[in-house]
């Protein structure tokens, strides 16, 4: 998207009325989109058929939540904090941090009702720049940098039970997230309702072994497994580096909790019921994971979570055994509908970059037989692979945590800001001021602590890579220089006879 559209788009926003909310009057003329709507309803009411509205949001955030998240970073949350009870005490409030900042998404995404995540909200607030940036970031960094890591615990999951006794090796690992990355992607490229049925599968598939590992953890409480909860505070290594780092790993199980802004429209009474299905959803999330991490200290002592490869299996063959494979093929199944559900919506981001401007043109493309926006997703794929091979997950989750944290407390921040600078606004859920105001100075917090107290050159990268954004947007936004779509042409070409793509706007009712 060109400035001047930017800024036309925003100038048509500052003449509504007063007392009204943003709302979007982007065209709604593509197959695309309806095919989209197939993927996404499946997958929120998998578990809500024939269910009032309310717990349909509710099992949205649940849902979506939960996925690899509890199964890599249990022992990265751990070796930050040294001891059980820091640790579980870190999983409590990161999910209070959680809740908090959905509830200022739920004020934002009701006060401005446009599709595009942060972008809509930086836009009002600060202006086109810190909005590309976000755009820049979540396409290169951000999105890539999760499908990876949910792809690495897929395969190190995959591989351990191949491994008895040792860590797998880590050629092994890359391999098989990228061979994850190249199957999801295709799935996700020829159809997107095998992509949805593959989605209540692995769904379904998520919650049994949540439910497991939970069920087995509350009896062996019951028969006295208490050993490893006692002097629960000892040998701990408290300060706000470790803190931070492991606010990183912890957050990381919880991403996704600002994503129900995105269905808004299709809760009933969403003004109600979007607070309430955050009040409810992510405390019950919350409640899953501190009980996860305490079944897996029931039969697991510091020392001995920690020198797993995989927490759950580990915890699996303590159980369950006979039946221990049950656990890996499940967590398994987990991890890649992550994964699954990750690429579409990741997918879907680089197609409409490409459609307003902000990438290459053939990214907008999509396909004629199959109306998925096939060269999108084999972008976003091919980015996640390169993040293989030389990233691990620990270094990864620290990458895009920093990253994400950045535009989390920036677009918290522009909060604050609109009520002060947009208060004609209406805003049909008003949030004390004090929320937002707390989740800001953790953002920050969790962003400069690590790099004071103990910095990394990924944080370096990160950062580089972010402020490289300016030059792309002086260049090819301010300045609207095409030379790259000139040199993309016979790729283009090629791609139209390949893929059988075609521009997004070809494609009508």
């Not at 925003?10 to 593509?30: L, V």
């Not at 900042?101 to 995540?117: D, P, R, V």
Request: proline share 6%.
């Amino acid at each position: 998207m060109g400035e001047e559209s930017v800024r036309k788009r925003k100038g048509e926003d500052n003449r509504k009325e007063d007392g009204q909310s943003i709302q979007s009057h982007e065209p709604q003329t593509m197959n695309l989109q309806k095919q989209a709507k197939l993927f996404l309803l499946p997958l929120q009411t998998a578990c809500v058929r024939g269910a009032g509205r309310g717990r349909h949001g509710i099992c949205m955030i649940v849902g979506t939540i939960i996925g690899s998240g509890i199964f890599v970073s249990p022992k990265s949350v751990l070796a930050n904090v040294g001891a059980v009870g820091p640790c579980l005490t870190i999983w409590a409030a990161c999910g209070i941090l959680a809740t908090l900042g959905a509830l200022c998404f739920a004020e934002l995404g009701t006060m401005i009702t446009k599709s595009g995540g942060e972008y809509p909200y930086l836009m009002e607030a600060f202006g086109p720049i810190p909005a590309f940036l976000f755009s820049w970031t979540s396409l290169l960094v951000t999105k890539p940098s999760s499908f990876a890591i949910i792809c690495l615990s897929f395969a190190e999951y995959a591989s351990a039970p191949f491994y008895p006794g040792c860590d797998p090796p880590q050629v092994v690992i890359k391999c098989l997230a990228a061979a994850a990355i190249v199957i999801i992607t295709i799935v996700n490229s020829l159809s997107v309702k095998l992509g949805s049925y593959l989605q209540n599968f692995l769904t379904a598939a998520k919650m049994i072994i949540v439910t497991i590992i939970i069920v087995s953890g509350i009896v062996l409480l019951a028969q006295g497994k208490t050993e490893n909860f006692k002097d629960s505070f000892k040998d701990s290594k408290i300060s706000v580096s470790s803190i931070s780092l492991a606010f990183y790993n912890g957050l990381w199980a919880y991403d996704g909790w600002n994503q129900l802004n995105y269905i808004t429209e299709e809760l009933k009474n969403p003004y109600r019921n979007l607070p309430l299905s955050i009040i409810i959803g992510i405390p019950l999330v919350t409640v899953c994971y501190v009980l996860i991490n305490i079944s897996y200290f029931t039969v697991m002592t510091s020392t001995e979570l920690l020198q797993s490869q995989a927490v759950a299996v580990t915890f699996g063959d303590r159980v369950l055994y006979p039946a221990s494979w049950i656990v890996p093929l499940f967590v398994a199944f987990s991890t890649i509908g992550s994964a699954n559900g990750t690429c579409f919506t990741a997918g879907r981001l680089v197609y409409v970059a490409g459609r307003e401007g902000h990438m290459l043109k053939v990214l907008s493309y999509i396909s004629v037989k199959r109306l998925t926006p096939a060269p999108a997703i084999i972008f976003y794929g091919a980015i996640a692979i390169i993040y293989i091979i030389p990233g691990d997950i620990d270094t990864l989750i620290n990458y895009f945590s920093f990253a994400v944290w950045i535009f989390y407390g920036l677009t918290i921040l522009a909060l604050i800001v609109m009520r002060f600078t947009r208060r004609e606004l209406r805003r049909p859920i008003r949030i004390p001021i004090i929320i937002p105001v707390i989740v800001t100075l953790v953002s920050i917090l969790l962003v400069l602590a690590p790099i004071i107290s103990a910095p990394e050159l990924a944080y370096l990268y990160c950062v580089l890579f972010i402020l490289s954004g300016l030059i792309v947007y002086v260049l090819f936004v301010h300045f609207k220089f095409n030379w790259p779509q000139k040199i993309s042409k016979p790729i283009t070409m090629h791609l139209q006879m390949l893929l059988e793509v075609v521009p997004a706007e070809e494609v009508t009712e």
